[in-house]
């Protein structure tokens, strides 16, 4: 049954839909910088600090470690980002959806009262009917 309503509960599913795949590439994009954190910090513990050889390997060793620990550092920033950026689309998805399911609520509610208006209609029409064939035996 036609509402005044489908042309908005359409738009209002798009909107979730687009919300929705928004949310899973914030999530899609927090855990591939977890990811690569666990690659880093695995990378710093298995790292080796030469114990004997020249200054240059000794002080090389240090730099590797020391662009290690700032690219860490650079992936928790943003993995911060990421999860404020997973939180903020996470709060529109869940606007997104409730603002779809009250339009789905108000279509409903508005078919339910043509349908209760057509059973109205219906049973005032028996009704007439039932008077027409009483009153025309009563002739």
Same mark, same amino acid.
């Given at each position: 049954?036609?509402?005044?309503?489908?042309?908005?509960?359409?738009?209002?599913?798009?909107?979730?839909?687009?919300?929705?795949?928004?949310?899973?590439?914030?999530k899609d994009n927090e855990r591939r910088v977890q990811k690569s954190i666990?690659? #880093?910090?695995?990378?710093?513990?298995?790292?080796?600090?030469? =114990? @004997?050889?020249?200054?240059?390997? %000794?002080?090389?060793?240090? *730099?590797?470690?020391?662009?290690?620990?700032?690219?860490?550092?650079?992936?928790?920033?943003?993995?911060?980002?990421?999860?404020?950026? #997973?939180?903020?689309?996470?709060?529109?998805?869940?606007?997104? =959806? @409730?603002?779809?399911?009250?339009? %789905?609520?108000?279509?409903? *509610?508005?078919?339910?009262?043509?349908?209760?208006?057509?059973?109205?209609?219906?049973?005032?029409?028996?009704?007439?009917?039932?008077?027409?064939?009483?009153?025309?035996?009563?002739?």
């Amino acid at each position: 049954m036609k509402s005044k309503f489908d042309g908005i509960v359409k738009v209002k599913k798009q909107e979730l839909d687009y919300a929705e795949s928004v949310l899973v590439k914030a999530k899609d994009n927090e855990r591939r910088v977890q990811k690569s954190i666990d690659e #880093v910090v695995g990378d710093i513990l298995a790292f080796q600090t030469p =114990n @004997k050889g020249n200054f240059a390997l %000794i002080a090389q060793s240090r *730099e590797t470690l020391l662009i290690l620990r700032k690219h860490k550092r650079h992936l928790d920033d943003e993995l911060i980002k990421a999860k404020m950026h #997973v939180q903020n689309t996470q709060r529109l998805y869940e606007e997104a =959806n @409730k603002e779809y399911e009250k339009m %789905i609520y108000l279509k409903e *509610e508005e078919i339910s009262k043509k349908i209760k208006q057509i059973q109205r209609q219906e049973q005032l029409d028996m009704d007439e009917t039932a008077l027409q064939l009483y009153a025309g035996r009563m002739s």
